[in-house]
């Protein structure tokens, strides 16, 4: 959802655009908890992600 208005702004203007998707919580009651557990674990994710690509 928030990198909606970067890939219509990248694509306007003819920028080439990436965006790696992660979901860090349940938006639930326990979303706070969930996110700081999860923030992490996105992050390794993310380095092994961008490991492959260089």
Do not use: Q
């Not at 208005?5 to 790696?20: D, G, H, S, T």
């Not at 326990?30 to 490991?51: I, Y």
């Amino acid at each position: 959802m928030e990198a909606y208005a970067l890939a219509l702004v990248a694509k306007r203007e003819n920028i080439p655009f990436l965006c790696l998707k992660y979901i860090s919580d349940g938006a639930d009651d326990s979303a706070a908890t969930e996110w700081s557990e999860e923030v992490h674990k996105a992050s390794v994710k993310l380095r092994k992600t961008l490991d492959k690509i260089k």
